[in-house]
């Protein structure tokens, strides 16, 4: 079942059929002539897929406000209902990452039927021991996993724990942790043994995973404790991957590093060491801005990925990130946010894999700084809007989502059925 009509998106997709056959050959004939065949390229464009994050179809805030938009899902059914447009429109966000206990259900199936329903599966369950909840014993105001007290540290681990139950009867593969154990103050925390404290909780936690299910450690630099932070960057998250096991590896959230940090760099170095668990993709300008995914920064988002199919590329043992946006929405409809940034993931793969990666380990070997890079402009200042629009009209998805979305109106419509959000509330999400 889906949200939108689907003879809605045939008919605008016919109404832009012609124009774009033209610009699918005429870029046909510029890349033949580079040596590269487009239909190859659709070919791999098409199995690429990033998944939605629950908590980023409601609208987001910050600390000071949040402005809730129309229509807000109320609850995690909406949430999913939401997702499905995103997918319906676009096809390239097959899966759903759930956020415990912001999504709450009383029967998990069902949910995993409604997802099945709107053609959506589960990718990486994430659980928060970063917030207090109201039924909870004890506060992770000084910290979770790495807290000084062995009670509040089970607790944590309990809730880990209860996170992958969940988890497993939705069809996840992966837990994500991130916690924002840190300090405030200098002195204030034993580094060394708040690290230690985190890989023992952690390690119990590892030990409850399933044998096919997965780890992903996700650093980030600072926030909310702003002096220091347990998981703080790739070096401590490699350091807990390694100690923990095989299973667990280490997740890339673009906005978790310092301004002007050379992430694709971090990037190499964790394939290098078969550590990439995957990413969560947003944008930044000044810290963890949560911004869309190349909205300020595209030609960095490209370099990330020119990092992934050169891996690919040379066939990089083990090597399978999954791909996640975590974004929030504050002045935008999260819907057309999220459809946005997901294509604009698949626009960087898709200029990625025109890169001529022979010519560029000659470059490289040669030490031709100039050429090697010209290599890489090359590839992404070829605009690749056929190829997507191509994968898309292949596979029933709308030529164009953003219109086609905006002439649906769904945001209306659902606006009508659901209960207008308060407004004074403040948080990221
Ligand atoms: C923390 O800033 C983070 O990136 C983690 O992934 C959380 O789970 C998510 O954001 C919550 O918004
Ligand atoms: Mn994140």
């Keep these: ?67 809730p938009g129309l229509g807000e899902p109320q609850h995690v059914f909406d949430k999913i209902q939401d997702c499905g447009v995103v997918h319906q429109l676009t096809r390239v ?18 949910l995993r039927g409604a997802a099945q329903n709107a053609q959506l599966q589960f990718d990486a369950i994430n659980s928060n021991t970063f917030s207090d909840q109201t039924d909870q014993t004890r506060s992770y105001k000084f910290g979770s996993l790495s807290h000084t007290d062995p009670a509040t540290r089970a607790q944590a681990i309990e809730h880990n724990l209860a996170c992958i139950d969940i988890g497993m009867q939705l069809g996840s593969k992966a837990l994500t942790v991130w916690v924002g154990d840190g300090s405030n103050f200098p002195g204030q925390q034993h ?4 690290f230690d404290r985190y890989l023992e909780s952690t390690a119990q936690i590892y030990q409850a995973l399933p044998d096919d299910w ?45 301004p002007n940090v050379n ?47 050169a891996a690919a590329h040379e066939g990089v043992a083990g090597f399978n990130p999954a791909y996640m946006l975590d974004q929030s929405h504050n002045v935008t409809d999260p819907i057309e946010s999220l459809m946005c940034s997901a294509i604009q993931c698949q626009r960087s793969y898709a200029q990625a894999l025109l890169v001529n990666r022979i010519a560029l380990d000659e470059a490289q070997q040669s030490n031709d700084a100039l050429r090697a890079t010209q290599l890489l402009k090359e590839a992404f200042q070829t605009d690749v809007d056929p190829i997507l629009e191509h994968v898309r ?37």
């Design 393 to 429: 009209r292949s596979q029933g998805a709308a030529a164009d989502p953003l219109s086609t979305y905006r002439a649906s109106g769904y945001r209306q419509s659902v606006a009508r059925s659901r209960k207008r959000s308060p407004s004074t509330a403040s948080g990221i999400v």
């Design 93 to 110: 966000t097959p899966t759903v990452s759930l956020h415990i206990p912001w999504d709450t259900c009383s029967d998990w199936s069902e």
């Design 191 to 194: 580094f060394r043994r708040a």
């Design 1 to 67: 079942m889906t949200a939108i009509h689907s003879q809605l998106i045939v008919d605008k997709n016919k109404a832009s059929q012609a124009a774009f056959e033209r610009d699918f050959s005429h870029l046909g004939e510029q890349l033949a002539r580079r040596g590269i065949q487009i239909d190859q390229v659709c070919a791999q464009v098409a199995t690429f897929g990033v998944a939605l994050p629950s908590w980023g179809v409601g609208t987001g805030g910050t600390r000071f406000a949040r402005f």
């Design 263 to 309: 992430i694709e760099m971090i990037v190499a170095r964790l394939i290098a060491a078969h550590k990439l668990a995957g990413f969560h993709f947003n944008d930044s300008k000044y810290g963890d801005d949560d911004l869309d995914a190349g909205s300020v920064s595209p030609y960095r988002l490209f370099l990330v990925f020119n990092e992934l199919v």
């Design 214 to 258: 997965q780890m992903f450690l996700e650093h980030k630099l600072c926030e909310p404790a702003f002096y220091s932070t347990v998981i703080q960057d790739w070096g401590s998250s490699l350091m807990a991957a390694n100690a923990l096991g095989n299973k667990a590896q280490c997740l890339v959230d673009l906005g978790h590093h310092a």
